[in-house]
């Protein structure tokens, strides 16, 4: 793990503090449908407060491509980020840099927070640009970065800024950072990684990474019909990725060479037609009629999967297994779900799930507080599952390095 300061390494007493937080929440006609990224930020705010600082809260939200939006503001988010932080009055600043920043912070008595206004309202925050940076710098004396899930953009208010003042990571962070190493750089083995979605293509880093860390590789969802295609096995109608039969051939040969154990599909949910009203049924794997369409694994594949949550004591889990979305197939990842959650509870299993259709498969099997961590991040996630080097973590190990 890279090496990092917390907040348990600065004295932020009487000192206003930058927190770069993710407050890039799903939000339907005005109103949160998740808070959970809020949520979880509130433990580092309260921390700062406990210690006699005034916090400027900063995030991006939404994808304004450099210019001001009204329906990409931050100001929705304040009543959320209130009741978060137990009724606490936060302060707006209409812009995040300049002269209407300044005059907010300005005010800010220790024990206060502020919120600016969305930061890619400004092109520099995704150019990195270093000016955007100096202008965030001015609002604050210590950085905090409690966003992992935006660690993988290399902008101003995670990278250049990080540079430019003593930089610590959040409490949110802190956790996101522990739980993803302990799940892969330092694991209890067996290590099973679990990897469903629709595409091998765009997982394809990913695999070839976990296979050369991981005991067992679990792979469902439409990803595991390109697989089995490229083994051979009639797919029928499914989902596939035929032009991609090369790399899931490397991806076998390169598992076999690592000994890792490749758990695919051995049998699956057809049906004529991706809707609860088509009639289903199961079949073997190798018994897939050419006008059906695989929807979900079926019940030995998840016997089979069992199994090996049965043996393994850490867990990466990333894409759910079928079209869970529609029902009946998303029997298939509700049971491994459910199956996961109880290895964890009975203490056998270190579980560490991500990615937004994985959360919302946790969330639906009713189990989403029963895994170990389940990271809040998509894209960040999945780039750290593939082994790279994320912007915002590396800032952070930089600024450690040279306290
Ligand atoms: C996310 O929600 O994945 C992060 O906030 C990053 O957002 P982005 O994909 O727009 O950079
Ligand atoms: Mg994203």
Not at 11 to 39: M, Q
Not at 99 to 116: D, S, T, W
Not at 318 to 329: D, I, K, M, S, Y
Request: aromatic share 4%; glycine share 10%.
């Amino acid at each position: 793990m890279p090496d990092f300061l917390t907040l348990d390494d600065i004295d932020v007493h009487g000192k206003r503090v930058l927190l770069r937080a993710d407050l890039n929440v799903p939000v339907k006609d005005g109103k949160v449908t998740d808070a959970t990224r809020i949520e979880r930020l509130a433990p580092t705010i309260e921390t700062l407060i406990g210690k006699g600082a005034s916090v400027v809260v900063m995030s991006h939200f939404g994808r304004p491509n450099g210019k001001p939006d009204p329906a990409l503001s931050l100001r929705p988010i304040i009543m959320p980020l209130r009741r978060a932080l137990g009724g606490r009055e936060i302060e707006f600043a209409e812009d995040c840099i300049g002269a209407l920043a300044r005059r907010v912070v300005a005010g800010l008595a220790p024990g206060q927070v502020a919120l600016l206004e969305n930061l890619r309202f400004h092109p520099g925050e995704e150019a990195n640009s270093p000016e955007f940076a100096r202008a965030l710098s001015e609002l604050g004396e210590i950085y905090v970065d409690d966003a992992f899930s935006a660690a993988h953009r290399a902008h101003a208010s995670i990278a250049a800024l990080a540079q430019l003042l003593p930089a610590v990571a959040g409490r949110q962070m802190e956790a996101e950072l522990d739980a993803l190493s302990a799940a892969l750089e330092h694991p209890t083995r067996p290590v099973l990684a679990l990897i469903g979605g629709a595409k091998v293509s765009t997982k394809l880093d990913l695999l070839h990474f976990l296979i050369g860390k991981v005991d067992m590789l679990a792979i469902g969802g439409a990803m595991a019909n390109t697989i089995l295609y490229a083994q051979g096995v009639e797919v029928g109608r499914s989902v596939c990725e035929r032009e991609m039969v090369d790399s899931a051939r490397r991806i076998l040969a390169l598992a076999a060479e690592h000994n890792c154990r490749l758990i695919l599909p051995v049998d699956a949910v057809v049906a004529m037609e991706l809707s609860s009203a088509a009639p289903s049924r199961t079949v073997a794997i190798g018994a897939v009629a050419a006008d059906v369409m695989i929807l979900d694994i079926g019940p030995s594949t998840v016997a089979g999967i069992g199994a090996a949550l049965d043996e393994a004591r850490t867990l990466v889990w990333n894409g759910p297994l079928g079209a869970f979305e529609t029902q009946p197939f998303d029997r298939g990842t509700l049971s491994v779900a459910r199956k996961v959650a109880d290895r964890t509870k009975a203490g056998r299993l270190r579980s560490v799930a991500g990615g937004g259709d994985t959360v919302a498969a946790l969330a639906a099997a009713g189990v989403g507080d029963d895994l170990s961590y389940v990271s809040t991040a998509g894209g960040a996630f999945l780039e750290w599952l593939e082994g790279r080097e994320l912007p915002g973590v590396a800032a952070l190990a930089s600024a450690s390095r040279k306290e």
